[in-house]
């Protein structure tokens, strides 16, 4: 058996030649040029520590930092609501006929008692002629009968008639006055319908299209000829939560807040911010269960008649007394997941974080409940220069001021 030893001392004499071989061709040993690659790194890494210390550094960002605005604010809630017309009739006739001209313009305003519709009244004018005939007519019998009563009043006395026959003449003349009370009432009715064929608008307001056009038969009482609706004032309905609702009676009960007639700013959905002054003039008696709100109403001018029923409108109202609040530019917060911060100049001109709980948007600016300082100065523009906390600015003092309408909706569509 060939032992260990001996196989170790051949493989050993087999590398010799090997090696002998890699002297003579002149292969540099690969270790000595991996240790001399890792002393050029060494000297290098060295002098880039060296010259560090020399190299220019670049100036501080610049930054614009305004003063936390403090001041006596009212908060004021968001809903959105309808408008709606006070007054919207549906006009239709109160006499059957066949329509004879349309005697307004579609679209335009009319006042009370303008003529809208004509229905055909050449059936009607005859039925008056009828009625005043027969009126005629019942007066005459009338008298004819109140002579016979008074003859006959006259003969009783004298005992030349029976008292049947007195008792009838009586009778006829009593018939005979009610007689002339029905045909005058029967003038009358037909008088009314002579009158009800002109269909007149019942309120001031913009009327509607033509439903019912020249030639068409309208059913009395039944067919719409077209609709009328006021447009000045206006009314906006509008949905309160529940939680706002308790607190608006609370501030009630402290005397902070009437409980109507409150505030309220309007703006349509084409228009920045809320032009429109109006107030609440209606609240519903009970909370709907199923949706935790209750209805309300505003009114408001409409003198340019830039408002029409079923516009959608948004709606500030008047949420509180007045408070003193610290506001700032809203596009100074920054998010941390959950969190709020903003940056502040600190000593040395170097930026701070300082972590904030927010409020709602007064006046364009954002309400700071906690978390800064009245003499605070916070980061409002370049803030995204800012990459850590800490880090040298060259700060430029600018007023606290709310954004441009313009971004102001952006804000408010975000939220």
């Known amino acids: 058996m060939i032992s260990s030893h001996a196989i170790s001392n051949r493989a050993i004499s087999r590398k010799a030649p090997a090696r002998k071989a890699l002297a003579r061709s002149g292969t540099p040993h690969p270790l000595p040029a991996l240790a001399l690659s890792a002393v050029i790194a060494v000297i290098v890494a060295a002098c880039d520590s060296n010259a560090a210390p020399n190299a220019e550094m670049p100036p501080p960002p610049e930054v614009s930092v305004a ?35 349309v005697n307004y313009r579609e679209g335009d305003e009319v006042k009370k008692g303008q003529l809208l519709f004509t229905i055909d009244q050449r059936p009607y004018r005859a039925a008056l002629a009828r009625a005043q005939a027969d009126l005629e007519r019942a007066r005459s019998e009338a008298l004819l009968t109140q002579s016979q009563n008074a003859r006959a009043q006259t003969l009783i006395e004298a005992k030349a008639i029976s008292r049947e026959e007195f008792d009838t003449r009586k009778a006829a003349a009593a018939q005979s006055n009610a007689a002339v009370r029905a045909a005058e009432a029967a003038l009358t009715t037909a008088r009314l319908d002579l009158q009800f064929t002109e269909v007149r608008s019942p309120i001031d307001g913009r009327a509607g299209r033509a439903m019912t056009t020249t030639g068409n038969l309208a059913q009395a009482d039944a067919t719409l000829l077209t609709t009328v609706v006021s447009v000045n004032p206006m009314y906006v309905y509008f949905e309160s939560d529940e939680q706002s609702f308790l607190r608006y009676q609370e501030l009630a009960r402290k005397g902070e807040r009437a409980a109507t007639r409150n505030p309220v700013r309007i703006g349509l959905a084409s228009e920045q911010g809320y032009p429109h002054e109006g107030t609440v003039d209606f609240i519903d ?23 029409t029923p079923g516009l959608f409108a948004r709606v500030q109202l008047e949420g509180s007394g007045e408070f003193k609040a610290m506001l700032i530019d809203d596009k100074a917060v920054l998010t941390d997941q959950d969190r709020k911060y903003v940056y502040v100049l600190g000593p040395e001109n170097k930026a701070l974080r300082k972590d904030v709980v927010l409020g709602r948007l007064i006046g364009g600016l954002r309400v700071v409940q906690s978390g800064l300082a009245a003499n605070d100065k916070v980061v409002v523009n370049g803030v995204q220069k800012v990459f850590f906390p800490g880090m040298p600015v060259n700060p430029k003092t600018v007023v606290m001021s709310a954004p441009e309408p313009q971004q102001q909706a952006r804000v408010a569509q975000a939220q």
């Open 285 to 307: 008696n009970q909370v709907d269960p199923t949706t935790g709100t209750i209805h309300a109403r505003a009114v408001l001018p409409n003198p340019d008649r830039q408002f």
């Open 67 to 101: 003063t936390v605005l403090s001041k006596q604010v009212t908060q004021w809630d968001d809903f959105t609501g309808r408008v709606a017309s006070p007054e919207t009739v549906e006009v239709r006739p109160r006499v059957s006929g066949y329509v004879d001209r």
